[in-house]
């Protein structure tokens, strides 16, 4: 994986700040418009990919907005020209044929730039409020499991014929199909045991949450080892980065936010009612402390320019190929990794 440069990319602020939703250097903002320019600064500083999560009211506080991922990835891929477009999907909520015709829309819309993300969902009342079921932790993944089945051959232009548990399809291909590639990338998030054996089996890459390093060795081997098909598995990694000139520095800005967070937890604890207990991304979080969505600062990416360069290095040498980051105040801070942290990571792997 060494010889592959790490790729950095941005997690769009679909439902407003990450780690503390009461910061004055960052108030609630998840519009359209801020979107907009922030995924365009992303792409002219350098960054190649940025994630749109899926939530249809958001998870937070159903009072404020939320951006909605499919209809603003459309809007993205037409207005960028080299940034890759991550649209989140779960598969409760879309007909997998509906879907796949969307993807095949946007992939043509970006010139070969767009890619899902496949979850399998942890906010029950997301779907309760809609009037859908929401099924066990593993059998949304084996609901997620039948629907890929049927989104993937779709997307690469294949007839499907299918008659499964949960779908039945006649027919159905997708015209035209993509022109500049085989199909859109596959990335699968989760770490319970059927969200590994999806990955393995049907992604291109596979989302870890943040959280040291030698635990993320730990999951990319359990997953590697497993058989494929296809190339091999690439891995991601979700992270909240706060990086400065000194640590000193970089551990007043930590405390900050840590202050901020200690106002949400009484949203936190609301949110937490309409949680799968069996999600693992919860587990893990309940491990330790941290700061951010999806592990956050568990990876360990708070201290100076060198010391963030040097970690970011070595999970990269530990198979990491994708860097899905979260900052705040993110613009500020997304500036900052661009002008003092991104030089030195291709400085150290140069070296």
Not at 187 to 210: H, K, T
Not at 302 to 314: C, F, H, N
Request: glycine share 6%.
């Amino acid at each position: 994986m060494d010889h592959v440069p790490p790729r950095f990319g941005i997690w769009a602020l679909v439902h407003g700040s990450r780690a503390a939703r009461q910061d004055p250097l960052e108030p609630f903002d998840a519009s359209w418009e801020r979107n907009r320019k922030l995924v365009l600064e992303a792409e002219a500083l350098g960054f190649a990919s940025t994630l749109v999560a899926q939530h249809t009211f958001n998870p937070h506080n159903p009072a404020l907005g939320q951006l909605e991922a499919w209809t603003g990835s459309a809007a993205l891929a037409a207005l960028t020209s080299r940034i890759e477009i991550i649209a989140a999907i779960k598969p409760l909520l879309y007909n997998p044929v509906a879907l796949a015709k969307m993807a095949c829309q946007i992939e043509e819309i970006s010139g070969g730039r767009f890619a899902i993300n496949l979850v399998n969902a942890w906010n029950k009342a997301e779907m309760d409020k809609a009037g859908l079921p929401f099924p066990e932790h593993d059998a949304r993944y084996t609901l997620g499991e039948e629907w890929l089945s049927i989104v993937e051959p779709l997307m690469r232009g294949a007839r499907v014929d299918h008659k499964g548990t949960h779908f039945e399809v006649q027919g159905a291909q997708i015209v035209p199909a993509p022109a500049t590639r085989a199909r859109p990338r596959i990335y699968i998030g989760g770490e319970s045991e059927p969200a590994r054996a999806l990955a393995a089996a049907q992604g291109d890459v596979w989302f870890i949450n943040g959280q040291p390093i030698e635990d993320v060795k730990a999951l990319i081997a359990d997953v590697a080892r497993r058989p494929r098909r296809d190339a091999p598995l690439r891995y991601g990694l979700s992270a909240f980065v706060i990086a400065r000139r000194t640590e000193a520095e970089a551990q007043a800005e930590y405390d900050r936010l840590a202050a901020l967070a200690e106002l949400d937890k009484p949203l936190l604890a609301k949110m937490a009612e309409h949680t799968d207990k069996a999600v693992v991304m919860k587990q893990t979080e309940a491990k330790s402390v941290r700061l951010g969505t999806n592990g956050g600062t568990a990876a360990g990416l708070v201290g100076t320019y060198e010391q963030v360069a040097e970690r970011l290095k070595r999970f990269h040498e530990a198979g990491i190929e994708t860097f899905m980051l979260q900052f705040q105040p993110f613009e500020a801070e997304m500036r900052r990794f661009a002008a003092e942290v991104m030089p030195r990571v291709a400085r150290a792997r140069a070296a």
